[in-house]
């Protein structure tokens, strides 16, 4: 949740869905807020001199995420092969962020870790993986753990999505 302290702010707060981080920016907090998100902190009238305020000030708390009836969603990177696979984890509820995230082949009792970079979860197995697959996911803040289980299908293909049937 961001509230805004420049002139052209109401006070009132928007809840906005955080997807990276900015390693390279000077401050210890950087986020790029959309025009709604921007709009919705404004003063009545005052939502386009917001926006084009440039860097403002801001504070922000974390809260949980609430997607309303939705399912977990797997974006498959369009970099992902048979042996390489890679995707982004959508609509997650509860923390919002994942602490780890594990792959289960087809017939396979052991999940393999894959590596976060940024939004993108990422295996390079240096094999021939077989699917369907399960994906582990552990929250952050709660370490609370579900499995998704076949939600990547045998035959699946690079830059589609795949829901699974749960969430946190």
């Known amino acids: 949740m961001v509230?805004?302290?420049?002139?052209?702010?109401s006070g009132n707060p928007v809840t906005v869905t955080i997807t990276d981080s900015c390693p390279g920016c000077p401050e210890?907090?950087?986020?790029?807020?959309?025009?709604?998100a921007c709009g919705?902190?404004?003063k009545p009238g005052q939502d386009n001199q917001l926006r084009n305020a440039g860097v403002i000030q801001v504070q922000?708390?974390?809260?949980?995420?609430?997607?309303?009836?939705?399912?977990?969603?797997?974006?498959?990177?369009?970099?992902s092969t048979p042996y390489y696979f890679a995707g982004a984890i959508d609509f997650n509820n509860g923390d919002g962020t994942l602490k780890s995230v594990a792959l289960q082949q087809l017939n396979q009792g052991s999940w393999i870790a894959m590596q976060e970079a940024g939004v993108i979860w990422k295996l390079n197995a240096g094999f021939?993986?077989?699917?369907?697959f399960a994906l582990r996911l552990?929250?952050?803040?709660?370490?609370t753990t579900i499995v998704l289980q076949n939600v990547i299908p045998s035959g699946w293909q690079p830059s589609k999505i795949?829901?699974?049937s749960t969430n946190f």
């Open 3 to 9: 509230r805004c302290l420049n002139g052209a702010c």
């Open 28 to 36: 210890a907090f950087h986020f790029d807020l959309s025009s709604k």
């Open 40 to 42: 919705g902190m404004a």
């Open 60 to 79: 922000y708390r974390r809260v949980p995420c609430y997607y309303r009836n939705a399912k977990i969603a797997v974006h498959v990177d369009q970099g």
């Open 128 to 132: 021939q993986l077989k699917p369907p």
């Open 138 to 143: 552990t929250a952050s803040q709660t370490g």
């Open 162 to 164: 795949s829901w699974s």
